[in-house]
């Protein structure tokens, strides 16, 4: 862990973030807050001042280290939903759609996280990508094997990170090397669970691949496990490819939906977070509200592997959790800006809004809120955790002229989103300590 984690420091620029959660997208604007010259005093990794510099000079303490971030804007850490931790290096493989490209790709490359040198290494290949990109919260999928999910967790860990992920559990309709079974999976689960479920910040999912990959009895075990260990997240696959949910349809005949699937497991609830969610009947939006169940939007891969268009409105219709989610290695960007910009491009081709501010609150308090972690993280509440990202609206020639054309924060943060990349993250921060600083950046003016 960072000893500068015991300092206290505060940090001087450009602040915006949204102030509370809220139940309709269209209410967020009234919750942006921007400060145009602000401050943030941190101690102990969590934030003690969030307002202005002239108001907030006389809290900073004696000998205390002011870092003043001139000419970026300083915004909450970014939250990723759904992640894949084994498919980090095949971002962009050319695989068709969703079954074909697991089977081209996908397993594959899991196969090499059995061995934990090449699972250590790679995960702090993964960690720094995220770092890279801004990312300070993720809920990471590991592959079949507890080593892969062990060495992430060890990475994780030694920077403070932020960190939901779990050991994916799959007993058919995979290559043999891939498979467990429902009792290893149950016995390989509980104990990671047991060791690393609320150590530090590090959290717990239990992850069936998704339904067409568990036999019922592998999902009584993941149910199973829910039960014994209740503040557990779930994670898993939903309804993203219309050949898989109608494979899954007849994997499991008496099952009236694919929710229900899961919900008949005990699989569902505030801590169960579903991938995708492109094609659900009516009775799955309802389902999925009643249970306050939550749906990460990939808009990515989406995309990628012409699965379909996600449905926001409706899902803001239904006051359902919703976080965005990179979905490497269907996804093909680490970045949550680029990210944005395609869930953009994805609700613009429904006729649905997606404002600067919903693209704000959806990546930092919004994604918080979906992982049920917003009373740590997520804005700059006083008592939270001092996770942020300093962003270089400059990065590039191009958007430095749409900086010198911005008219306010709206435009400034949008111009961000839509071109924006790894290139826009300058400096991103862990509980208050730096973990990544962008190579060549200009550091932050100390006094």
Request: net charge negative; charged share 20%.
């Amino acid at each position: 862990m960072n000893p500068s984690i015991h300092q206290t420091t505060a940090i001087r620029g450009r602040f915006l973030d949204v102030s509370a959660v809220t139940n309709n997208l269209d209410q967020i604007e009234n919750n942006v807050r921007y400060q145009e010259d602000g401050l943030l005093i941190i101690s102990d990794g969590c934030i003690k001042f969030f307002g202005d510099w002239q108001t907030g000079q006389e809290e900073i303490p004696n000998h205390c280290t002011i870092l003043h971030y001139k000419d970026k804007l300083i915004v909450p850490g970014f939250v990723d939903t759904h992640i894949h931790f084994p498919q980090a290096e095949i971002a962009g493989s050319y695989g068709e759609q969703l079954l074909q490209w697991l089977e081209k790709h996908a397993f594959p490359a899991e196969k090499q996280f059995g061995h934990s040198g090449y699972a250590a290494e790679t995960a702090d290949f993964f960690i720094n990508q995220l770092l890279s990109n801004g990312t300070t919260t993720a809920a990471a999928f590991g592959s079949v094997h507890p080593e892969s999910v062990s060495a992430l967790f060890e990475a994780a860990q030694e920077i403070d990170l932020r960190l939901i992920a779990g050991k994916v559990m799959m007993d058919r309709n995979a290559p043999a090397e891939l498979l467990d079974c429902a009792s290893s999976s149950y016995e390989e689960s509980k104990k990671l669970i047991e060791k690393y479920h609320g150590t530090g910040r590090l959290s717990y999912a239990i992850s069936p691949r998704f339904a067409p990959t568990s036999t019922a009895d592998q999902l009584d075990a993941a149910g199973q496990l829910k039960k014994e260990f209740p503040d557990v997240y779930v994670q898993t696959h939903l309804s993203e490819n219309h050949e898989e949910i109608q494979w899954v349809k007849k994997l499991f005949p008496q099952r009236e939906n694919y929710f229900d699937v899961y919900q008949h497991h005990g699989l569902t609830g505030p801590l169960s977070i579903f991938g995708h969610c492109v094609h659900l009947e009516e009775l799955e939006w309802q389902k999925i509200q009643e249970t306050d169940s939550v749906i990460s939007f990939c808009p990515t891969s989406n995309l990628f592997l012409g699965s379909g268009l996600f449905d926001m409105k409706k899902a803001n219709d239904h006051k359902i959790r919703v976080g965005l989610a990179t979905d490497i290695g269907g996804g093909t960007s680490y970045s949550m800006l680029k990210t944005l910009a395609e869930a953009y491009k994805v609700l613009q081709l429904q006729g649905q809004n997606f404002s600067p501010w919903q693209a704000l609150y959806t990546v930092t308090l919004g994604g918080a809120r979906a992982l049920s972690l917003d009373h740590l993280i997520g804005n700059f509440d006083p008592g939270k955790e001092a996770d942020f990202v300093v962003l270089d609206p400059c990065a590039t020639k191009l958007q430095a002229r749409q900086y010198e054309r911005a008219e306010n924060p709206a435009d400034l943060f949008f111009s961000l989103v839509t071109l924006g990349d790894d290139r826009s993250v300058s400096h991103t921060y862990i509980n208050g300590s730096l973990v990544y600083e962008r190579p060549g950046s200009i550091t932050a003016q100390e006094t």
